[in-house]
């Protein structure tokens, strides 16, 4: 069956550490692969997305994520972690108009 | 400014009454879906279209209806037959199934 797993629930970082958070996949084949962001009571804003070609991808915020197809993962990773990531983070794959969705990663920031 | 709006932000619900939640876009897309999140789980398709007048069932359409008349609006109806309905409600839109989703602000739907 297809899959998506976040395995943190929570995650807790001090402010200015660096983040990764994970992300696994089980699809058919290599799907498309995006990270959303999640503050409380709002919409998804999208932070990346990796289609093809060169598995490391940028995104906004100082965000970035790397496509490891071996190891089925699409990890979002940042250097340098500020008070306002503070949020919740979804991953997701898929293609053809269906997507599917994470668990989500709740990002707690330590002043 | 272009995106996508969803109204009410919160929507009270009787038992056995029918309510809808109004999707626009001003994006030009022509995909448009609904998703449920609830508390610690991904969000799940409900509904999408693909275009005017067209629309498919997604993982947890029972209890939900949809119409797609025109292209900037897609609205939900929860209808009584929906024994959990409360829930975040997101509504998002793509230019194509494949390409990235834009999401609006949601609704959050209570039961009374």
């Known amino acids: 069956a297809q899959s998506v797993t976040q395995p943190d629930i929570h995650i807790t970082v001090s402010e200015g550490a660096s983040l990764e958070l994970r992300c696994n996949y089980s699809y058919g084949a290599t799907p498309y692969l995006f990270w959303y962001v999640q503050s409380p009571g709002q919409g998804l804003q999208l932070l990346l997305k990796y289609f093809s070609g060169d598995t490391l991808v940028q995104g906004i915020k100082g965000f970035e994520a790397e496509f490891k197809r071996s190891q089925s993962s699409f990890n979002l990773r940042k250097p340098s972690v500020h008070w306002s990531d503070a949020a919740e983070y979804f991953c997701?794959?898929?293609?053809?108009?269906?997507?599917?969705w994470g668990a989500g990663t709740k990002l707690i920031i330590k002043p | 400014d272009g995106g996508i709006t969803q109204s009410p932000k919160y929507l009270f619900r009787k038992e056995g009454q029918n309510v809808t939640l109004s999707c626009e876009q001003n994006l030009n897309h022509d995909a448009m879906y609904w998703y449920r999140q609830d508390p610690g789980q991904g969000l799940r398709l409900i509904y999408y279209s693909q275009i005017v007048n067209d629309f498919q069932k997604g993982d947890i359409a029972e209890g939900y209806s949809v119409s797609r008349e025109k292209k900037e609006s897609f609205p939900l109806t929860v209808t009584s037959a929906q024994k959990n309905p409360t829930a975040f409600y997101l509504c998002?839109?793509?230019?194509?199934?494949?390409?990235?989703?834009?999401f609006g602000p949601g609704t959050r739907l209570l039961v009374l």
């Open positions: 997701a794959a898929g293609s053809n108009y269906q997507l599917i």
């Open positions: 998002a839109s793509s230019t194509t199934g494949m390409e990235t989703q834009y």
